[in-house]
């Protein structure tokens, strides 16, 4: 384990996002104490120079900041509920939930561990699997200044961090992206379709709608690089999607703003979702809908 001055970090979710991501804190130099429920990745971790731990106990043994990626807010708070991980961890630590979580648990979450002296702010990320090894995702970080300030030379090594707001903040912005990333995604697929149906070459359409106002991050990276080729494997699975859109749009139905068509686009991925296997990547989307058309 590295002597130096920079925080000891703990970090919890070595999976296809954490793993690259704790991997290059320990690259850069920092103590990572690792903890997964999957006792493979936590030999994969081990071998990529982190120390592994088989508790939540140990993982926040000694650490000065918490790094949680996780599936979901359900996994977070049954991670920081869990006794032997609140017995160990001690006031003063910051707690930094990268996942892509509920901002409403996140606040309320929030609240319960400042009664313990822990600050907890929210860093969830876009940029994918690529982005994560590169060191190049956008974080978009919610919480109290102060403590904003002191995660965001961690932060740094994983990409580029944004201060959102309060606590929460990112979580929200998270989750609304990804609506318009999943809505995106739909909505190209079809066009896609159309298109084919009508006889033009995918490739042409492609680079027609990246010069065009219909581009987005369907257009130029998700359609060319792992559907097209027939890949499918962004390494961002099509369930972590829905469930992000879904939050977004629990958000705009507690916030009462309308949203008729993200619930639409809601609809349709659930559909794939009970359709598809339940690791399947979420840019199997077109395939699903594909086939469906196929079907027709
Ligand atoms: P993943 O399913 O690959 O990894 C989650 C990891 O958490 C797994 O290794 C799993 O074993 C572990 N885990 C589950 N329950 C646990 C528990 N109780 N204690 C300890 N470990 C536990 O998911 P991922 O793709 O790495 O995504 C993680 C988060 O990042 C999600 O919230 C996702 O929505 C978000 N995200 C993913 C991507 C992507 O491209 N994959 C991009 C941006 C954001």
Redesign the pocket.
């Known amino acids: 384990m590295p002597q130096n001055d920079l925080p000891v970090i703990g970090f919890?979710?070595?999976?296809?996002?954490?793993?690259p991501m704790a991997t290059r804190l320990v690259g850069a130099g920092y103590a990572v104490l690792g903890?997964?429920?999957?006792e493979p990745?936590r030999a994969a971790f081990a071998s990529a120079g982190g120390s592994s731990v088989d508790t939540?106990g140990a993982v926040v043994a000694g650490v000065d900041v918490l790094i949680l990626?996780?599936?979901?807010s359900k996994?977070v708070n049954?991670?920081l509920g869990d006794a032997g991980l609140q017995e160990g961890l001690r006031a003063g630590t910051i707690v930094i939930d990268?996942?892509?979580?509920e901002p409403i648990k996140t606040r309320a979450l929030a609240a319960d561990l400042d009664g313990r002296g822990i600050v907890l702010i929210d860093a969830?990320?876009?940029?994918?699997?690529k982005?994560?090894v590169n060191g190049a995702?956008t974080i978009m970080v919610g919480g109290p200044a102060a403590t904003v300030a002191e995660a965001i030379p961690v932060l740094e090594q994983l990409g580029r961090p944004v201060h959102a707001g309060p606590v929460g903040s990112g979580h929200a912005i998270?989750a609304l992206n990804?609506l318009l990333s999943a809505t995106h995604l739909l909505a190209t697929s079809e066009a896609m379709l159309a298109g084919k149906r009508f006889g033009l070459d995918p490739e042409v359409m492609l680079s027609i709608f990246n010069s065009s106002s219909g581009k987005s991050g369907s257009t130029e990276n998700k359609w060319p690089n792992f559907i097209l080729p027939g890949g499918y494997n962004?390494?961002?699975?099509l369930r972590?999607?829905l469930?992000?859109m879904r939050t977004a749009t629990d958000l705009a139905e507690q916030l009462d703003v309308p949203d008729e068509l993200g619930r639409a686009a809601v609809d349709l991925w659930a559909r794939a979702a009970a359709d598809l296997e339940p690791t399947a990547d979420h840019t199997e989307i077109a395939k699903w809908l594909a086939q469906r058309e196929v079907g027709l």
Do not use: Q, R
């Not at 962004?234 to 699975?237: I, V």
């Open positions: 919890v979710g070595l999976g296809n996002m954490g793993m903890f997964d429920v999957a990745v939540l990626m996780l599936p979901d996994v049954a991670v990268m996942s892509s979580s969830p990320v876009s940029g994918g699997v982005g994560a995702l998270k990804n962004s390494g961002f699975g972590l999607m469930k992000d």
